[in-house]
Nanobody, 120 residues
Framework: QVQLVESGGGLVQAGGSLRLSCAATGRTVSSYIMGWFRQAPGKERELVATIRRNGFSTYYADSVKGRFTISRDNAKNTIALQMNSLKPEDTAVYYC?????????????WGQGTQVTVSS
């Protein structure tokens, strides 16, 4: 069992940056593939980025590629999402997720979410 707690959301102007963090307790994050999802009002939850256990293999949705960077610190039991060049369409609740398997198709664990609002 692992508990995930996100932080770092907030309000930012378009073109700005935010850094989201996800702290895990209960189990070490090195045991899981980790990632970030987001859900905008009226839209389905979408996968934003993933990072494998070794920290070197990453995936990004096309909509964030080149602007967002996912990272993990297994020693600190955290992952982060650095978001640069933010756009109003990035506005959403961002969720940290973890899975014991090899993909985040249906994560075993979810955080409670953190709101990101990008103003134009």
């Amino acid at each position: 069992q692992v508990q995930l707690v996100e932080s770092g959301g907030g309000l930012v102007q378009a073109g700005g940056s935010l850094r989201l963090s996800c702290a895990a307790t209960g189990r070490t994050v090195s045991s899981y593939i980790m990632g970030w999802f987001r859900q905008a009002p009226g839209k389905e939850r979408e996968l934003v980025a993933t990072i494998r256990r070794n920290g070197f293999s990453t995936y990004y949705a096309d909509s964030v590629k080149g602007r967002f960077t996912i990272s993990r610190d297994n020693a600190k039991n955290t992952i982060a999402l650095q978001m640069n060049s933010l756009k109003p369409e990035d506005t959403a609740v961002y969720y940290c997720a973890a899975d014991r398997g090899f993909t985040l198709g249906s994560p075993d664990y979810w955080g409670q979410g953190t709101q990101v609002t990008v103003s134009s």
